[in-house]
């Protein structure tokens, strides 16, 4: 598995995340990353549980028959092309998973060799004493972003084994290809313009939330936290320095593919169930409750990110991009939590977009991580 696979040289034209609350895909016919197509499927409540342990697909038939629906939607492929399916002629597309399931990590070096099979055993054995899974059977990547003053830099992300199975499996059985897969919130800054200007930006659902602070194309700050109670809930918290987009196609397109494993293969949230009746559980009404009580958590971590934003540049922040399932408007109703003098606007704008590309049903919230993994 291959982030930028070399038989494409570049990313799928194809692009689908999978969270919690549903799956989405988009289509886009070049590098420029305009979306020609979207489409959202909703979960059902459960069927997907991010994390770092294995048991992420919940509900493997209804969350592979979503992945199909949303490609399908937008790839114009139906169910004529089940011959195609059969014959094992499936159709690349980018997979942008959860942060919850992923470690990203800043890492320093004295040196390292040039070669990735001689530089991933080390990268593997400093991750050993910082990631909460085994090191020895975790897909590993990384990129070295700078080397000065006899320091290098890089930055890793790995995820277990097992669980990437689970997602390259899930895509799989939907009638596609995995043929590149990307973090949430690294696919949706992949997709920023470069500004001079600092810009602060979260990625925020109704289990998690991961800020990051990026200027000039560097990623200053990226912290997640996961905000879930089930048994895969952690708590992780990273910052890093360091360029993006996580990788380019000369230095790091065979990460993936080079490696083989060494080893076998809080948060209280509302509980608006207990406080409505039977008829009106599972509606839109309990989702909004529940999204509003995720908004001043996610508000929380928007003030620790606003903090040292302020702290490192000497300048406090004026605009909060935001990308997820939440939403702009719903975080910007949040304001009284602490985001007080912060213009709250989507990452995706109208100019990312043909004109049609995107329905009520298809909020822009959802597209960041989508249209990021395209523009490449």
Not at 122 to 140: C, E, G, Q, S
Not at 287 to 299: D, G, M, P, S, W
Request: charged share 20%; proline share 6%; hydrophobic share 50%.
């Amino acid at each position: 598995m291959e982030i930028l696979p070399k038989t494409l040289g570049t990313r799928p034209r194809l692009a689908v995340e999978v969270r919690a609350e549903g799956v989405v895909a988009a289509r886009a016919e070049d590098a420029a990353a305009l979306l020609t197509s979207v489409a959202r499927v909703d979960l059902a409540s459960g069927a997907l549980a991010p994390g770092l342990k294995p048991g992420n697909v919940v509900d493997k038939t209804c969350v592979s028959l979503a992945v199909r629906k949303a490609l399908d939607a937008v790839s114009g492929r139906g169910s004529s092309d089940r011959a195609e399916r059969g014959a094992g002629r499936l159709r690349d597309v980018t997979l942008v998973v959860p942060d919850s399931a992923v470690r990203v990590l800043f890492l320093d070096f004295d040196q390292l060799p040039t070669k990735t099979v001689e530089a991933l055993p080390l990268v593997r054995f400093r991750l050993k004493k910082l990631l909460p899974f085994d090191a020895d059977d975790a897909m590993v990547s990384y990129q070295v972003m700078s080397n000065e003053k006899g320091t290098i830099k890089l930055l890793a992300v790995a995820i277990p084994k097992a669980v990437l199975e689970e997602y390259e499996a899930m895509v799989l059985a939907a009638g596609y290809l995995p043929g590149a897969v990307l973090p949430s919130t690294l696919a949706a800054l992949a997709g920023l313009d470069e500004t001079t200007s600092p810009v602060l930006v979260v990625n925020a659902g109704l289990g998690s939330v991961t800020t990051a602070i990026v200027q000039a194309g560097v990623l200053l700050l990226h912290r997640s936290v996961d905000m879930g109670a089930g048994p895969n809930a952690v708590a992780p918290i990273e910052l890093v320095e360091t360029s993006i987009p996580l990788v380019d196609r000369e230095s790091s397109a065979q990460e993936w593919a080079q490696q083989e494993p060494l080893g076998p293969g809080g948060w209280d949230r509302f509980d608006a169930h207990s406080e409505m009746p039977p008829s009106m559980l599972g509606t839109a009404l309990v989702r909004h409750i529940e999204a509003q009580a995720a908004a001043r958590e996610v508000a929380q971590a928007v003030s620790v990110a606003a903090a040292y934003f302020e702290d490192s540049l000497q300048t406090a922040p004026e605009q909060l991009l935001v990308a997820g399932t939440l939403g702009a408007d719903t975080l910007a109703e949040a304001g009284e939590y602490g985001l007080e003098g912060l213009r709250v606007r989507e990452l995706v704008d109208a100019g990312m977009m043909e004109a049609g590309a995107v329905t009520a049903s298809v909020p822009r919230g959802w597209l960041a991580g989508v249209r990021g993994a395209l523009k490449n």
